[in-house]
């Protein structure tokens, strides 16, 4: 029997039991589809992420506490307090070559009040440079001066989200309003008043930060009336052009090491990082867990397998005398195992393209979700992760259909023939 007549006979057995095809086939649909919705999902997040921190610019650095690993996250996320960075180093950063801006800022979590309303946020205590080195407009009322921010002025500068919750439904112009500042960690009574200058227009997210979801306050008032503290937790550096953004980074890393009498690099107890940087190291992390991710839900590819494996075996069992009949007009021990190899390769790469299609649906149906949501979000499905899927389900057929195959091939014929 020649390649085409083989194939004819699959087609004809397959379509012969179309429920039981169906039904061997889902595994791999499940797990195939699974795959593409993931990755296609973690493309479209890490574009997401990507194209929200291209926003900021491309001359931005920041100098964070700690020495970190060049591919790695900063070590405060590890819950690392290093308290070497100051506000004696922002201010000699403000004295290198190309930097235009030095902002110099704390952060945590808190209650805000006004009133009866009280809501929970992110607060960011900054030394009044904070709209010199991120671009953003005001709704209303203007952002707190250097001197007012020097001087650890009772006065705050609210994110549009938290001024509409707190505001919006009583109609209420916020500038001017006296709200109170509490941190979560002291939850100290009443909480610092302040009174509100200015609100930023919205900005929406950045990476995973609602840069409108945010509370900006002097920071004498960050540091030491709500978090006890006298280090900073990070520098924001603004570049006069990107291409100087190489030298800029050269010339900060030669001042902290002279101020923080650093000898060698493994001294360092700061970071530098650029914009590309950070980019790079989302991007990492992203596709990572986009990998790790899709690794999961291939295991119902094993599953699936599984119940090509058993349904072989049922198929072998019932076509004995089928194939004891072939065998008796000549068939060979290569010939069978080819059908039966050949159906369940039929049965996995028919259930790859029904899985590629399906997971493409559905990444299709999440982007358009997203895009409704407001956010910018890439539909993205690989010409690989469809041709990986494509052959990794058809080598599970192939591989799980192997020992079925083998086992009708070495049936005796005249015993097969005898088989009720």
């Known amino acids: 029997m020649n390649v085409r007549d083989t194939f004819g006979l699959v087609s004809r057995t397959l379509l012969a039991r179309k429920g039981r095809s169906l039904l061997t086939m889902l595994g791999i649909v499940i797990g195939v589809s699974g795959v593409i919705v993931i990755l296609a999902l973690g493309a479209g997040a890490q574009s997401l992420i990507l194209g929200q921190v291209t926003k900021l610019g491309s001359d931005l650095l920041s100098v964070q506490p700690g020495k970190s690993n060049e591919k790695g996250p900063p070590v405060q996320l590890f819950g690392i307090v290093v308290t070497t960075l100051t506000n004696a180093d922002a201010d000699a950063l403000r004295r290198v070559p190309h930097i235009k801006a030095a902002d110099a800022m704390v952060l945590g979590t ?42 650890g002025a009772n006065v705050a500068v609210l994110g549009s989200t938290v001024a509409d919750e707190l505001f919006g439904s009583r109609g209420v112009d916020p500038v001017g309003q006296v709200i109170k500042v509490r941190n979560a960690a002291q939850a100290q009574a009443g909480g610092v008043p302040l009174r509100v200058v200015g609100v930023i227009n919205p900005r929406g997210n950045i990476a995973v930060v609602n840069m409108d979801d945010q509370v900006f306050l002097p920071l004498p008032i960050g540091q030491q009336q709500l978090l006890g503290i006298r280090h900073l937790q990070l520098i924001d550096l603004k570049v006069d052009a990107a291409a100087h953004v190489p030298q800029a980074i050269a010339d900060v890393t030669r001042v902290m090491d002279e101020r923080h009498h650093v000898r060698t690099q493994d001294q360092e107890d700061f970071t530098v990082r650029s914009q590309a940087d950070i980019m790079n190291i989302l991007s990492s992390i992203t596709s990572a867990l986009s990998l790790f991710l899709a690794a999961m839900a291939a295991i119902s590819l094993v599953v699936g397998g599984v119940g090509i494996l058993n349904i072989m075996l049922v198929t072998v069992a019932e076509r004995t005398r089928e194939i004891g009949l072939r065998k008796a007009v000549g068939a060979t021990n290569g010939a069978i195992a080819r059908q039966f190899l050949l159906e369940a390769a039929a049965l996995t790469g028919a259930g790859g393209l029904v899985g590629v299609a399906l997971g493409a649906a559905i990444a299709l149906a999440a982007a358009l979700v997203m895009h409704a949501l407001g956010y910018e979000w890439a539909y993205v499905v690989s010409p690989f992760s469809v041709v990986l899927a494509l052959v990794i389900s058809v080598l599970t057929g192939v591989g799980f259909g192997l020992y079925p195959a083998l086992k009708a091939a070495r049936l005796d014929p005249i015993e097969a023939l005898r088989y009720e």
């Open 110 to 151: 808190a209650t805000v009040t006004w009133g009866n309303q009280s809501i929970d946020t992110n607060f960011f205590g900054t030394d009044g440079y904070h709209p010199d080195v991120l671009t953003f407009t005001m709704r209303e009322g203007t952002y707190f001066s250097v001197a007012q921010a020097d001087a």
